[in-house]
């Protein structure tokens, strides 16, 4: 089955404790996105990579890393994590150029709490 | 820039009414696709339609419809006789050809739609 798969689902984490949320896809895409959703703000692009050693900034990448070693592989690093990422947190991938007509396979989400 | 703009932030009705959710976007591109996805309690995205820039035919899929109209920039989504299955968040969104933004996805802030039995 065509999936993005995020791990883990829920967690809940302490202020400045490195952590890492997973993200794969099966579908040999080249775009990978993650994005971070808040209520009254919707979702918002954190980071991108357009294929695997290129990544790009989105519009919220304060406080985030990414890394692109293997296509199929986009993780999110928060080295240092505080209280104002507490979200809800989606990846996304897609074929590049095609994403508009085959549209975007989401991840479950992974639920971030940090206290 | 690319904008998405959903300014109902909450909507209530009663089941089995009709309810429209509006959504209008901003963009300089000429070829753009805009997106509407829902988001049940359970939390994940479901996928719902996408629309190009040069197709402004309306949809209808079962009590679901959408009306683009590129005349005021809006891609409103109607559900008719809404049940309680609807409750969800409803987001809209836009992507453009590519270039400066790849493959970006830019979503509005979204609309909590509740339906009471």
């Known amino acids: 089955e065509a999936q993005v798969t995020q791990n883990p689902r829920y967690l809940i984490t302490v202020t400045g404790k490195k952590l890492t949320v997973t993200c794969s896809q099966n579908?040999?895409?080249?775009?990978m996105s993650w994005y971070r959703q808040d209520p009254g703000l919707g979702l918002r692009q954190i980071y991108y990579s357009m294929n695997v050693e290129v990544t790009d900034k989105g519009d919220v990448p304060e406080g985030y890393k990414v890394s692109r070693k293997e296509k199929r592989n986009f993780p999110l690093i928060l080295e240092s994590p505080s209280p104002n990422q507490t979200s809800l947190y989606f990846c996304?991938?897609?074929?590049?150029?095609?994403?508009?007509?085959?549209?975007?396979?989401f991840g479950s989400g992974t639920r971030l709490t940090v206290v | 820039a690319q904008k998405v703009t959903q300014a109902q932030t909450e909507i209530s009705v009663v089941e089995k009414e009709d309810v429209t959710l509006d959504c209008v976007y901003e963009?300089?591109?000429?070829?753009?696709?805009l997106f509407w996805y829902k988001q049940p309690p359970s939390g994940e995205l479901v996928f719902l339609i996408r629309r190009n820039s040069f197709d402004e035919q309306n949809e209808i899929s079962g009590r679901y419809s959408w009306n683009f109209q590129k005349s005021t920039s809006s891609f409103n989504f109607t559900i008719t006789a809404s049940q309680v299955v609807d409750s969800a968040v409803y987001f809209c969104?836009?992507?453009?050809?590519?270039?400066?933004?790849?493959?970006?996805?830019?979503f509005g802030a979204g609309t909590i739609l509740r339906v009471k039995s």
């Open positions: 579908m040999n895409h080249e775009y």
């Open positions: 996304a991938s897609s074929l590049i150029g095609q994403a508009n007509n085959y549209g975007y396979t």
């Open positions: 963009t300089r591109d000429t070829t753009y696709y």
């Open positions: 969104a836009l992507s453009g050809e590519g270039g400066e933004y790849g493959n970006k996805l830019v």
